[in-house]
């Protein structure tokens, strides 16, 4: 396996890590998947593209106003379509028609502004490549490697060492029991939501670098749950290790075998751990609630 294969694979496993940590957030906190993450993510990088375009801004302005249409969004699907289960207590029919309905909705108001073309985020990098002996690595992934780790220890600091981070925790643990402790569940799973959409946002911008933007991108939600799968459904840390293994793998089969073998592979992956391992590798066996 040549160093531009692992790289590859572990900036690709970096940016499904951002989409599995967005949708275990939520998920840790509701018991609940959220299908409308991937058309937040879709959303907010066509935001980021449709107002920055031709000004020539860079990088980080492009990953900041996607992350704050990111947030936006998510805590808007929070407010119309998610609130209801803990103020009416749906069941989780409710919930998945509610994200499905929300996804929908997301990529419907994308596809009648962008239609059904494709788009390219400008170069953001002056040297698109950085050569390591005989090895041709892309400036695009080391930095999105980067950027996206470094996301990730900042969420890991906040639901560590920070008062947010105990109240998420407490909640996803027992809901009732942090609401009669003074925590206001409803206040932090508000800001859970929009840090998914943070991530979502961040994501969207550097799968757009990686292939291109277009209105189903969000379709690519799916590597996050094979990730979450893999890791263990629940767990953040779990969903991090799970994303960058699959990557990796990911990257490998598509060299070796193309592109429509590698997805039945990762696929295949995903169903080996569900019949024999369930739980993930990081051991977290949540049920989703039914």
Avoid: W
Wanted: charged share 10%.
């Amino acid at each position: 396996m040549s160093l531009q294969i692992l790289i590859n694979g572990i900036a690709t496993g970096s940016i499904y890590a951002l989409i599995a940590t967005g949708f275990a957030l939520i998920f840790n906190v509701l018991k609940f998947s959220n299908f409308s993450h991937g058309a937040t993510m879709t959303a907010s990088a066509f935001v980021a593209y449709f107002l920055l375009e031709g000004a020539g801004l860079g990088l980080v302005p492009t990953l900041l106003v996607a992350a704050a249409a990111g947030a936006l969004i998510a805590l808007v699907g929070e407010f119309v379509g998610f609130r209801r289960i803990l103020l009416n207590h749906s069941s989780a029919t409710y919930f998945f028609v509610s994200s499905i309905t929300l996804g929908t909705l997301y990529e419907g108001l994308v596809t009648i502004k962008a239609g059904s073309n494709f788009f390219n985020f400008p170069r953001f990098f002056s040297t698109p490549t950085i050569n390591i002996g005989a090895q041709v690595i892309s400036t695009s992934d080391v930095v999105m490697f980067c950027i996206s780790m470094v996301a990730l220890l900042i969420l890991a600091f906040i639901i560590q060492k920070t008062r947010l981070g105990r109240a998420l925790r407490a909640i996803s643990f027992d809901r009732d029991t942090a609401q009669l402790m003074g925590i206001n569940s409803t206040r932090i799973i508000q800001l859970t939501f929009v840090i998914s959409g943070v991530l979502a946002g961040i994501a969207g911008v550097f799968l757009g670098i990686k292939y291109t933007l277009y209105p189903t991108l969000g379709s690519l939600v799916v590597k996050g749950f094979i990730a979450s799968v893999i890791g263990g459904l629940g767990s953040l840390t779990g969903a991090v290790i799970g994303a960058v293994l699959l990557g990796v793998v990911e990257t490998i089969l598509l060299s070796l075998l193309g592109s429509g073998y590698s997805t039945i592979a990762t696929f295949a992956i995903m169903l080996v751990f569900l019949l024999f391992r369930p739980q993930g590798i990081a051991g977290s066996n949540v049920q989703e609630k039914a």
